[in-house]
């Protein structure tokens, strides 16, 4: 009796073993570009981070050119000021490969001069496994101000529409919100506010609104979907586009990118000059939702393609 149960014990923890395998996850940061400074800043890492699930026992791999790059595990203090002096685990050697040994979050940043400031840094959350609730968006306690693009702020960005797409991913804009872009005056810069028609077909000469001078702030203060274009030569054209979905509370749902032509409320967007708390910079990387177009997940190849097709 005593051999039957040690033998059905045994059959047990082997069965466990390999679910437990089967389970986990090899995570190629950055797919084909692989882990670089990014055309673009740090969107590009966090908008493949979104759109992957990290649980305890997956695999991280990080593949980069020997001499030329490498990559720290860090503190999130030191992932935040670029501190490369004191990292948890530097690899030197590609490919780099990180266990996801433990719950919680994980920084990682390249520590070559400037390398991290210049948007090599990846932050992700691991989760005790895959299988999991998603998790409900964090409360909110008044409006808040985006600055579009965060620091690089409003012009034509490496990668193309997707590159905003992924500053907007992750993103809820609320009514009361407000909306900042921040760009070069005297350079032939500006912002418009257009309908989705304007917006998918780049046309310029039709605009609800344009503002010249930065910073242009415009309050949120309609649900529905809003779309922002460049008029000035061909930028529209190049990728310097947003499109954002606005909502009354705190679910949102992604600008639909197969629905008939609508015309964005005359009064949809106005300009504000108050002040909010300010929304921007690196986030959280598995982002439970997203305000942003709804392609941005299966799209990410392709913004990976045409980043490093800059290179080129």
């Known amino acids: 009796m005593g051999r039957e149960l040690t033998i059905a014990i045994l059959a047990i923890a082997v069965i466990g073993l390999l679910h437990s395998t089967a389970a986990q996850k090899t995570h190629v940061v950055g797919e084909i570009l692989g ?89 992700i959350n691991v989760t005790a496994e895959h299988i999991s609730p998603a998790p409900s968006p964090a409360p909110r306690s008044g409006p808040v101000t985006y600055v579009v693009g965060d620091k690089l702020g409003w012009l034509v960005l490496p990668g193309g529409e997707l590159a905003y797409e992924a500053w907007a991913y992750g993103k809820t804009f609320i009514v009361g919100d407000t909306l900042v872009f921040n760009f070069v005056n005297g350079t032939q810069d500006d912002v418009a506010t257009v309908t989705k028609s304007a917006y998918e077909n780049c046309t310029t000469n039709s605009t609800i609104a344009v503002y010249k001078n930065s910073p242009v702030i415009i309050l949120l203060n309609t649900t529905g979907e809003h779309f922002f274009i460049s008029t000035y030569d061909r930028r529209c054209l190049l990728g310097q586009k947003l499109a954002i979905n606005v909502t009354s509370g705190s679910t949102a749902q992604p600008p639909s990118s197969h629905s008939p032509s609508s015309h964005s409320p005359s009064g949809s967007t106005a300009p504000s000059s108050h002040s909010t708390p300010y929304a921007g910079g690196p986030g959280a990387a598995s982002a439970p939702f997203s305000s942003a177009p709804s392609r941005i997940g299966s799209g990410y190849t392709f913004l990976l393609i045409a980043v490093a097709a800059f290179f080129y």
């Open 35 to 123: 882990w670089l400074v990014p055309p673009g800043g740090n969107y590009t890492y966090e908008a493949w981070a979104a759109t992957q699930h990290f649980a305890v026992g997956d695999l991280l791999v990080f593949n980069f050119t020997d001499g030329d790059q490498d990559v720290a595990r860090v503190t999130k203090e030191a992932f935040n000021k670029c501190n490369s002096t004191d990292p948890i685990k530097l690899m030197t050697t590609s490919p780099a490969n990180f266990t996801l040994d433990t719950t919680g979050e994980y920084y990682f940043i390249g520590t070559k001069d400037k390398h991290c400031e210049l948007g090599q840094k990846l932050a």
